[in-house]
């Protein structure tokens, strides 16, 4: 695969919507992913990744992602609610977990389907060596199309080089890399695999950008309310690695 035929995650909302269009998605599918994004924006309002970059459009790379590999909308819009039970605001401003209000707010919001598979999402676990795990042991059957959204996802993380200037699993990614391809190729994903084998081969070459690393952060926000600064600032006192600015 050329760079040249190398797929780019988009990052905007309004870009991604040409996507669709061009990937032959009727204006309604659109609609109900701009409302969506609406959706999204207050829910992961202020939110940063480790980067730097505003978590809304690693939202929408995601959603990107799964886009282009597979026309199922369901899945698209799950893709951009990934976090939604891990690092989401609420209307209630508790935790993102997923309560049974969070969880009858979010379905209300995106439909039955939706919240289920990003549920789902958040149960599976995709942290270091979780890849390399699932290629050795097998993915239980039924999981599917839930590996297919988390593979998708990290084409996205590694579209802007972000796993070199924020290496969240580790200094090398090599293993991670062959153990998400064989995973993609064991589901039927084809070009998935070559994606991931594609961005993956970029790494070598990005060993500079250690220096960039800011080692304190998992991530940061900008609290948009003064209830959500003193909990992160609670959060910070309490030893979480995170940055109230």
Request: charged residues 25%.
């Amino acid at each position: 695969m050329t760079a040249q035929d190398l797929f780019v995650p988009r990052q905007t909302n309004t870009a991604l919507y040409i996507q669709l269009h061009d990937a032959g998605h009727p204006v309604e599918d659109i609609l109900r992913v701009q409302r969506a994004y609406g959706v999204a924006c207050a829910m992961f309002n202020g939110r940063y990744r480790k980067t730097g970059r505003p978590f809304i459009c690693h939202a929408v790379g995601a959603a990107s992602s799964v886009a282009h590999f597979d026309k199922d909308l369901d899945l698209v819009v799950a893709a951009m609610f990934h976090a939604a039970y891990d690092s989401a605001q609420y209307p209630d401003g508790k935790s993102s977990r997923r309560s049974e209000t969070h969880r009858k707010w979010l379905e209300q919001k995106l439909g039955p389907r939706v919240e289920g598979l990003v549920a789902r999402v958040g149960a599976m676990k995709f942290d270091t060596g979780d890849p390399e795990r699932l290629a050795a042991q097998g993915v239980p059957a039924g999981d599917e199309d839930i590996l297919f959204l988390v593979l998708a996802h990290d084409i996205d993380d590694m579209a802007d080089g972000g796993l070199a200037f924020a290496p969240k699993y580790g200094r090398s990614i090599e293993s991670r890399v062959a153990a998400c391809a064989i995973l993609a190729r064991r589901i039927g994903r084809e070009s998935l695999a070559a994606t991931i084998e594609a961005y993956g081969s970029r790494y070598a070459a990005l060993g500079w950008a250690a220096a960039l690393e800011d080692s304190r952060l998992e991530g940061f926000r900008i609290a948009p309310n003064v209830r959500n600064y003193l909990k992160l600032r609670r959060d910070k006192l309490r030893g979480a690695r995170v940055e109230v600015l």
